[in-house]
């Protein structure tokens, strides 16, 4: 992985649409349904849309059913940090690009083989690079 990203909200404004800061750097949620990626199937590799960290492939992509881009596995463990978060009355695990800290969405145990794990991400917080040529 490359080196950490540490930037002003300042800097992160500039860089980012108002949607992208809301979630990446203020831990917003976009609404089920609604992002450009929860119904995405061309093949590829899903980044970071602040600092373009390789995240996810799309082979690890399936439907959850959440309207939120759900994935079993990132590309290699250091990708995303996982951290608690007690926020809104809950218990879950937050997932975080582990290069820039961006909020990427949550993590739970509902997934399928071969982790069983399902991490749903906001289409906000990605951006996609298509295999294709």
């Not at 119904?39 to 939120?68: I, M, P, Q």
């Not at 881009?69 to 590309?75: A, R, V």
């Not at 695990?93 to 997934?111: P, Q």
Request: hydrophobic share 30%; net charge negative.
């Amino acid at each position: 992985m490359a080196d950490k990203i540490d930037r002003s909200d300042e800097e992160w404004r500039r860089e980012l649409t108002p949607e992208q800061f809301a979630v990446c750097r203020e831990k917003g949620t976009e609404r089920a349904f609604s992002g450009r990626y929860w119904d995405h199937h061309e093949t590829g590799t899903y980044r970071c849309v602040a600092c373009a960290a390789e995240l996810f492939r799309s082979e690890t992509k399936f439907d959850s059913g959440s309207g939120w881009p759900s994935f079993h596995t990132p590309i290699t463990d250091h990708d995303v940090t996982s951290v608690a978060d007690r926020s809104h009355g809950m218990v879950r695990i937050e997932v975080l690009c582990s290069r820039c800290d961006a909020h990427l969405g949550h993590v739970f145990e509902d997934g399928p083989a071969p982790t069983g794990l399902r991490y749903c991400i906001n289409s906000a917080s990605l951006d996609f690079s298509s295999d294709a040529k």
